[in-house]
């Protein structure tokens, strides 16, 4: 890179795509897992466990939802 060429997200789009999430992106998969395990193996019939898996996807989100009402925000 020259030194007067500023770095910019095109020059990062041009090396192999945009790099987000990095270790987020792994414990997200991870935690994801977990929790695709534990709901569809509390789960009684096939639609409970698919609705397990839904909620597996979505469970940040309720996480996130849960912390902002107990904080009163």
Known sequence: MA???????EKKE???GY??????GGGYGLMF???AVYY???SDTFWMGVLGFLKAI???AMLIYKVFTLLNM
């Open 40 to 42: 569809i193996q509390h």
């Open 58 to 60: 979505v469970w940040p």
């Open 33 to 35: 897992v977990g929790a």
């Open 19 to 24: 790099h987000h999430g990095g270790m987020w």
């Open 3 to 9: 030194k007067d060429e500023p770095a910019t997200c």
């Open 14 to 16: 041009k090396r192999g």
